[in-house]
């Protein structure tokens, strides 16, 4: 199963905006809060975090970035209530969990120190100014901890970046399955409030090479819109006006490649000379 998938079906539930607490190590009841709380170290490192956390809330005077900051965190925290994820039959890197959740909180810790949560918010309004927006305008998916069979221990955020401009919705994400990083974009449109895709491409190891506006590769057969698309679980779907964030720290930092200038603003997109549709699954186009 793909790795974005997994960590889709974990991180199902809607994540609360309300504010985020520190460990209480006398209510700890999670298998990763007391491994944390039987750790000195470990203690005082999530210690530091959520100082940090709160530090960060009280210089962002943003609403908009305020309540993305304390979605972000709990996110965070609730990746971390499920533990660390082992995989069966294979040698992972460090076998202790308590050293990979102090790996895990120190890198948090810097994440929240830094400046990156909010210059990425900052440049991620700054992009949507161009466009009109609208309700299916935003950000979502998933986040995890990435065991070695990926890479080494992180956390990840794969987050999709759905822009709109009038009834256009222009959306751009990337997947990891296979040991591969797999970009996947989706052209839908608003017919009488419905949002219905339209055409969608992928980058990458799997699926077809996307047509780019850039490059002579447009001439070769195999860079194409697909105007048939079939979305299926895992995949790069319309998005859903409920689930999407009006920013994301963990996200992006504002994605505004040349394709998806001209998916937003062109009188038509894709272009008729680079779509095609490609047959069903069952081989028939509906």
Known sequence: MKLVSV??????????????HALDCAK????????????????KADDAMTAAYF??????????????????????????????PRIDGEEDEE????????????????FLKGNEPICTMEQQRKIASKESGGPFAGYEGPCGFMPPRYGHWEYVCWI???????????????????GHTTERRLVSVVTNGELKPVASCYTGYAGSKCPDPESLANVEAAAHWNTNPQISFGDLGPPRASRLWKYDPDGPA?????????????????PPDLSRPDPSPSGKTP
Not at 9 to 16: E, G, H, K, N
Not at 28 to 43: D, G, H, Q, V
Request: charged share 30%; glycine share 2%.
């Open 254 to 270: 504002g994605y505004d490649e040349p394709w998806m200038q001209d998916c937003l603003f062109a009188p038509s997109y894709p």
């Open 28 to 43: 700890a009841s999670l298998e990763a809060e007391k491994f944390i709380c039987a750790s000195p170290e470990a203690k």
């Open 160 to 178: 999709a970046t759905h822009r709109q401009h009038k009834d256009r919705i222009c959306s751009v994400g990337e997947e990891w399955t296979s």
């Open 7 to 20: 960590l889709a079906l974990a991180a199902c539930a809607v994540i609360s905006p309300s504010a985020v």
């Open 95 to 110: 076998p202790d969990d308590r050293k990979v959740l102090l790996k895990i909180t120190k890198d948090r810790l810097n």
């Open 55 to 84: 530090a960060l809330l009280r210089r962002t005077t943003d609403p908009d970035f305020h309540q993305a900051l304390i979605r972000s965190q709990r996110r965070w925290i609730e990746a971390r209530s499920r533990g660390v």
